[in-house]
């Protein structure tokens, strides 16, 4: 999920499925297994990075708002499917076309936040 406070604005987060469950934790504290960028489907946890602390449907950048200006559209998750890069997770914007590899964008992210 996205933050869209004045203080926290887009800034990224993880929050459990419940409703009942009011806590929240932010990606960057999250216990995020980012060295991998190749989802599994065996075990538990987040299918689209590897991480143990979220389920898909909460990864931050399934779908995101596409951050090249003026681009109204959305970065989608995406697996790549070509024979050099075949099962890296990627994002895409189908409005203009932006591409950035999920591992580079968790470690952009991790390099503005700190």
């Not at 960057?28 to 960028?37: G, R, W």
């Not at 779908?63 to 895409?92: A, F, N, P, W």
């Not at 189908?94 to 964008?105: H, R």
Request: charged letters at 20%; hydrophobic letters at 25%.
């Amino acid at each position: 999920m996205t933050s869209y406070t004045t203080k926290n604005y887009n800034i990224k987060y993880l929050k459990c499925q419940h409703s009942k469950y009011t806590e929240f934790q932010w990606l960057t504290d999250a216990n995020v297994q980012s060295e991998s960028s190749i989802g599994t489907s065996s075990g538990s946890g987040c299918f689209g990075c590897g991480g143990s602390s979220h389920w898909i449907k909460d990864f931050p950048w399934k779908e995101s708002k596409c951050e090249v200006q003026g681009c109204v559209g959305t970065m989608i998750l995406l697996t790549s499917r070509q024979d050099h890069s075949y099962g890296h997770k990627y994002l895409k914007c189908f409005t203009c076309g932006n591409f950035q590899w999920l591992k580079d964008a968790l470690e952009d992210f991790k390099e503005w936040k700190a």
